[in-house]
């Protein structure tokens, strides 16, 4: 259950470049943390995202629901899923996608990325008491962050490939075939993820 935690956590770190109220779309994302690349495919509407990715232990999606406040992990796979409440203190980071408390932010310049005119901040966020900066790239248009780098390189994420589209909201459901995970089904999944 510690790994799943952690997991979670990991999740909200990619995630913070997808603001809770941005324009319908879906997009590829690119993440390096700790010098380990990830790939998702991500779905953002109304309050709600989707990440789907491919993780040591098969397929995997992350679903965040601002309207009940939870995180569900779903593993198409094995067609098994576990619904977690978000506790209060890690409610704001999954609903606003930031990796902590926004402390400064000032503009650097305008740029394109993915297609899209941005203006670029440099940023200071807190979280756990430790301050740390990252500089993002933010389109008005589309209502997101479209690209962010820490100032010490210890994370980098880019959307690509992005569409605005009108999304099933069926994505952000449990499908009717699965069941919940058990602590047997969970302990599985943990021995397949690599040690961290």
Do not use: C
Not at 156 to 179: A, H, W
Not at 184 to 195: K, T, V
């Amino acid at each position: 259950m510690h790994k799943l935690k952690q997991n979670l956590l990991a999740m909200a770190i990619t995630l913070f470049a997808l603001p809770l109220w941005a324009a319908e779309f879906t997009a590829d994302s690119h993440v390096v943390i700790a010098g380990q690349s990830k790939q998702s495919v991500f779905y953002v509407a109304s309050g709600k995202w989707r990440m789907n990715e491919n993780a040591p232990e098969g397929k995997r999606a992350a679903i965040f629901r601002g309207d009940d406040k939870t995180i569900t992990i779903l593993w198409p796979d094995r067609k098994l899923y576990l619904i977690q409440p978000v506790p209060p203190q890690q409610y704001k980071m999954l609903a606003d996608l930031k990796p902590g408390e926004e402390i400064k932010r000032a503009e650097i310049g305008r740029e394109t990325v993915s297609g899209y005119a941005t203006t670029k901040y440099r940023v200071t966020y807190a979280l756990e008491g430790k301050q740390f900066i990252v500089i993002e790239w933010y389109s008005k248009d589309l209502g997101v962050v479209i690209k962010s780098e820490a100032e010490d390189n210890a994370h980098t994420s880019q959307l690509t490939n992005i569409r605005q589209i009108k999304l099933d909201k069926k994505i952000f459901e449990v499908p009717s075939d699965y069941r919940p995970a058990t602590q047997s089904d969970l302990a599985g999944i943990n021995q397949q993820s690599p040690a961290n």
